[in-house]
């Protein structure tokens, strides 16, 4: 059976100016004018947003679950790169 949906495209929000785009959710659309006009309508309509950017789904490419060990593992036998060995001067609120 053939798929009768359109093209899938997710979509990405920033809540205000100088916010980060946050995963919103996902359109279909026939084409990247009409994903975006959709949402717009969908995920915009009540002022949510100030940006929206809308990605082709089979254009993000992502790692799989079964690839944390072997993926990011290089990371972690470098401990330079975790802030552990600073000392925080007083005064300095910690988040």
Known sequence: MA???LPLWEVFTQPG???PHEHAGSVHAADAEQA???ARDVYA???EAV???VVASDAI???APGDAG???DPGNDKAY???QFYKVPRGVRVF
């Open 17 to 19: 100016h100088g916010e």
């Open 36 to 38: 975006m006009q959709n």
């Open 61 to 63: 490419i992502a790692s």
């Open 3 to 5: 798929d009768s949906q």
């Open 45 to 47: 309509r009540r002022g």
């Open 81 to 83: 790169r975790h802030p």
């Open 51 to 53: 940006s929206l950017w």
């Open 70 to 72: 072997p993926f990011f």
